[in-house]
């Protein structure tokens, strides 16, 4: 036994080694953040859709693409973090409104402004929350350090590891369900103040 954890020892050093010696190498990354442009369909499903009158699907996205640092030392290289561009925000929302409205009417128009409104909720959850989302990325990929590879083939690996760290990091994971959380306060907000008095007056 004791042969054997001398073995795993000697064999696990030099990686250990390795990995020290590339945390010389490590950078602070420059973040840049974006927010990607977005559009608004409206349809009107065949069947009546189970909301009352009209709903929302909005697609979230948050990307991060690296650009890596990459070093030649002994044995191999050191690959980090140089610089990350996040695109964080809304992409599409896809407004769904009953087909008990038909189009260009007043009720239609009611349904359309209400949603509209949940639209505006999504797109300040990012504009409000921009120092929360720049913190979290910066934090996160300050605590990634450099991976070591033997060989020049096994750089693109690592680089896609990063990449992986970054989207698994507890901050990024932490700032996903923030976002979220503020998307149901907000749109709840909306739904308790409205009044359906727009809706009513189409029918008087």
Request: aromatic share 8%; charged share 25%.
């Amino acid at each position: 036994m004791f042969k054997l954890c001398l073995f795993f020892l000697f064999f696990f050093l030099p990686i250990i080694s390795y990995a020290d010696d590339c945390l010389g190498y490590k950078l602070t990354p420059n973040v840049n953040i974006n927010t990607p442009s977005w559009e608004k369909n409206v349809v009107q499903p065949l069947q009546h859709i189970d909301v009352l009158h009209g709903d929302v699907i909005a697609t979230l996205v948050d990307n991060y693409e690296i650009t890596s640092d990459i070093t030649s030392i002994e044995d191999g290289f050191c690959v980090g973090l140089k610089n990350i561009d996040a695109t964080i925000g809304y992409t599409d929302f896809l407004v769904q409104i009953d087909i008990s409205h038909k189009p260009n009417t007043c009720s239609y128009n009611a349904v359309l402004q209400h949603e509209d409104e949940h639209i505006r909720a999504y797109l300040s959850v990012i504009d409000d929350n921009q120092d929360l989302i720049k913190q979290s990325i910066i934090s996160a990929a300050d605590s990634i350090t450099p991976i070591f590879v033997h060989e020049q083939k096994d750089i693109e690996s690592a680089i896609d590891k990063l990449n992986e760290q970054i989207q698994q990091h507890p901050d990024i994971i932490l700032l996903r369900q923030r976002i979220k959380a503020d998307e149901e306060i907000r749109n709840k907000h909306i739904d308790q103040n409205e009044t359906g008095e727009t809706l009513k007056k189409c029918f008087e």
